[in-house]
Nanobody, 123 residues
Framework: VQLQASGGGLVQDGGSLRLSCVAS????????TAWFRQAPGKEREFVAGVRWSGGNTYYSDSVKGRFTISKVSAKNTVYLQMNNLKPEDTAVYYCTLRWGSTVHSSPQRYNYWGQGTQVTVSS
């Protein structure tokens, strides 16, 4: 499996961005994809996740109500729509995939990682 993330950039406080993650080589719906982020000097943290089978979604408290994760199975693509962005959302965002349908908040539970895309929110 190879993950290709894109869509990051520089946006002002209150703005929006949409991240995309293409999961090439995903051969089963018994899988989950999550977005994590890591800001300078901080640990990598869970942002949102989705099950490929059923489409159940999960969010961290810090982004709930502002971010939306979705998937298009036919395109092997997961999206992260980020609205009302804040300076504290500034980080490198990574998409991940694990076999098994459970969405975990621990990065150690994910088998595959994309290269990361930078999101910068200016105040």
């Amino acid at each position: 499996v190879q993950l290709q993330a894109s869509g990051g950039g520089l946006v002002q406080d209150g703005g929006s961005l949409r991240l995309s993650c293409v999961a090439s080589g995903r051969t089963s719906n018994d899988a989950a994809t999550a977005w994590f982020r890591q800001a300078p000097g901080k640990e990598r943290e869970f942002v949102a996740g989705v099950r490929w089978s059923g489409g159940n979604t999960y969010y961290s408290d810090s982004v709930k109500g502002r971010f939306t994760i979705s998937k298009v199975s036919a395109k092997n693509t997961v999206y992260l729509q980020m609205n009302n962005l804040k300076p504290e959302d500034t980080a490198v965002y990574y998409c991940t995939l694990r076999w098994g349908s459970t969405v975990h908040s621990s990065p150690q539970r994910y088998n595959y990682w994309g290269q990361g895309t930078q999101v910068t929110v200016s105040s």
